[in-house]
């Protein structure tokens, strides 16, 4: 497959990001089969979303023992 350097819409914010032949790479060797659908900044600001609610499912838990 050929890849080319792309730019793609994040669904998250709508703002447009560059998704780079060696990235696009990097992805089908991980193992990924389709393109990112968020831009860097909305993934971190996902996980960090996640990861506080982990948290607070964890200190809900707790609290019941």
Known sequence: MD???GELKC????AAFLL???DQECLRESG???D???CRGCKM???QSE??????TK???SSIH
């Open 45 to 47: 600001l996902i996980g």
């Open 32 to 34: 990924f089969k389709h």
């Open 20 to 22: 780079l032949l060696r």
């Open 36 to 38: 990112p659908r968020n």
């Open 3 to 5: 890849f080319i350097d």
């Open 11 to 14: 669904l998250f914010c709508k």
């Open 51 to 56: 990861q506080i609610s982990e948290s607070v």
């Open 59 to 61: 200190i809900g838990q």
